[in-house]
């Protein structure tokens, strides 16, 4: 399944590239949230930054991005807060991000972000199938590939990282991927 989306995101990511115009207008939205998404993803994919994968089962994710922002090379930094929840039981997450993103004409379009992430995990080694993350607040790193189609929808390939960044004495870290599904308000 992961490779299947990575094979995704690259394919997004050089339509995105390949198609390199000047950004799509941001319709102003009127109220507090911009976009909302949901989606399913992979949980703790093994292969990636966090290099092994110790958990199981899908996440449910779910994001509120806020209609204030920036313009930053581009793009637009605006702030996300979010979470994944584990169908399995395992360590599920909250997030606050500040999201870098960039619109282009055609429809595709490219984020980044950084922020913060707390977890019901565990923070030391207790069990050969759950992951040691250290510390209960971790650094979140998400990359998300898509397109936006008929204006207000959008799909697209979507992966985070969390770890504590060798901050505390464990940090096997975990990794998510897979698609969501996006509205704007």
Request: hydrophobic share 45%; with cysteine.
């Amino acid at each position: 399944m992961h490779r299947l989306a990575l094979s995704c995101a690259a394919a997004l990511a050089c339509l995105g590239w390949t198609a390199a115009q000047p950004a799509a207008a941001d319709p102003p939205s009127e109220g507090l949230l911009h976009e909302a998404k949901i989606g399913l993803l992979h949980h703790d994919t093994g292969g990636l930054w966090s290099g092994f994968r110790r958990e199981d089962g899908l996440d449910i994710s779910l994001e509120l991005q806020f209609s204030r922002h920036w313009e930053v090379l581009g793009g637009r930094l605006r702030p996300a807060l979010g979470a994944t929840i584990n169908t399995a039981g395992d360590t599920s997450k909250a997030y606050l991000d500040a999201r870098w993103q960039y619109d282009f004409e055609a429809g595709p379009f490219v984020a980044f972000g950084l922020g913060a992430a707390v977890h019901n995990g565990d923070l030391a080694p207790r069990s050969a199938d759950r992951k040691a993350l250290g510390s209960r607040v971790l650094f979140h790193i998400p990359l998300e590939i898509g397109f936006r189609f008929a204006g207000r929808h959008s799909v697209s390939a979507y992966f985070d990282h969390v770890s504590n960044g060798f901050l505390a004495d464990f940090n096997e870290g975990q990794d998510t991927i897979g698609v969501r599904y996006g509205i704007r308000f």
